[in-house]
């Protein structure tokens, strides 16, 4: 007869307690999973606590945990900056967005194909100020986007709605061009690069609609030749891909 207990914790929240006998699931907490014996895909960093009842007794529970802060920095990626965007329209400047620069964003995406990234204190050390809160970080899905803008209202205005707006960010993107850093949990360099409005750096994004949009994500942020003016005036800004674009991983709220 074994009993194996297994619980994943995150922080202080408990996520996933699995109990089974003889292969038989049993008083198990009603958020549990159902363990296949494939490997765990773990979202968010997380803490994993573990025990084998054999016989008559508990052994010492096994403790481990798991950092994906390293996941993090290997798949998170700026896709797109909206450094200067396009003077107001005459409806933009009677809505009160008479500011240009009112309509910047930065995008960013996760280049995985398989695993969602958990956000949490993922920060802008340089270029713009913005930090996402452990306490309500977006996890991002595979493949999935997010978009940082300046002024929600006037990029709702501007593009409408249904995009993939997470939050707002503090200061400006120079429209001369300056030095972009990302960091992760435990400060660590995600990216870190520095964009030019003059060439050989594409020169449409500096203020003729165009944003500026980067070809190879696994290619050299620095190298002028991997940016690209994107085709469409005023960039390409993602759309949400569901109502709820981003989710718990576990599903715990």
């Given at each position: 007869?074994?009993?194996?207990?297994?619980?994943?914790k995150?922080?202080?929240?408990?996520i996933?307690?699995i109990?089974?006998?003889?292969?038989?699931?049993m008083?198990?907490?009603?958020?549990?999973l159902?363990y296949?014996?494939?490997?765990?895909?773990?979202?968010?960093?997380a803490?994993?606590?573990?025990?084998?009842?054999?016989?008559?007794?508990?052994?010492?529970?096994?403790?481990?945990?798991?950092?994906?802060?390293?996941?993090?920095?290997?798949y998170?990626?700026?896709?797109?900056?909206?450094y200067?965007?396009?003077?107001?329209?005459?409806?933009?400047?009677?809505?009160?967005?008479?500011?240009?620069?009112?309509?910047?964003?930065?995008?960013?995406?996760?280049?995985?194909?398989?695993?969602?990234?958990?956000?949490?204190?993922?920060?802008?050390?340089?270029?713009?100020?913005?930090?996402?809160?452990?306490?309500?970080?977006?996890?991002?899905?595979?493949?999935?986007?997010?978009?940082?803008?300046?002024?929600?209202?006037?990029?709702e205005?501007?593009?409408?709605?249904?995009?993939?707006?997470?939050?707002?960010?503090s200061?400006?993107?120079?429209?001369?061009?300056?030095?972009?850093?990302?960091?992760?949990?435990d400060?660590?360099?995600?990216?870190?690069?520095?964009?030019?409005?003059?060439?050989?750096?594409?020169?449409e994004p500096?203020?003729?609609?165009?944003?500026?949009?980067?070809?190879?994500?696994?290619?050299?942020?620095?190298?002028?030749?991997?940016?690209?003016?994107?085709?469409?005036?005023?960039?390409?800004?993602?759309?949400a891909?569901?109502p709820?674009?981003?989710?718990?991983?576990?599903?715990?709220?």
């Open positions: 007869m074994k009993e194996i207990e297994t619980m994943w995150n922080r202080a929240r408990s996933i307690s109990s089974f006998f003889s292969g038989v699931l008083l198990v907490n009603p958020g549990a159902v296949s014996g494939d490997s765990v895909v773990l979202g968010q960093s803490q994993e606590m573990a025990r084998v009842y054999s016989g008559d007794e508990w052994p010492t529970l096994a403790e481990a945990a798991f950092d994906v802060s390293s996941t993090v920095s290997q998170l990626r700026i896709t797109e900056i909206h200067h965007p396009s003077s107001p329209s005459d409806s933009e400047i009677a809505a009160g967005f008479d500011d240009q620069d009112e309509f910047e964003f930065i995008e960013l995406m996760n280049t995985s194909e398989e695993l969602t990234l958990d956000l949490s204190n993922v920060q802008f050390v340089d270029g713009i100020e913005f930090e996402f809160s452990a306490d309500d970080a977006p996890s991002l899905e595979p493949q999935e986007y997010l978009l940082l803008v300046y002024n929600k209202s006037a990029f205005f501007r593009y409408g709605e249904g995009y993939a707006v997470y939050g707002e960010y200061g400006h993107l120079s429209n001369g061009g300056e030095k972009i850093g990302l960091a992760d949990a400060g660590n360099t995600i990216l870190e690069f520095e964009y030019d409005d003059a060439d050989p750096w594409p020169e500096d203020g003729d609609g165009p944003s500026l949009q980067v070809i190879d994500v696994n290619g050299d942020y620095d190298d002028p030749t991997n940016w690209r003016a994107s085709a469409e005036i005023d960039g390409d800004p993602a759309l891909s569901e709820s674009t981003f989710i718990d991983v576990w599903g715990i709220y």
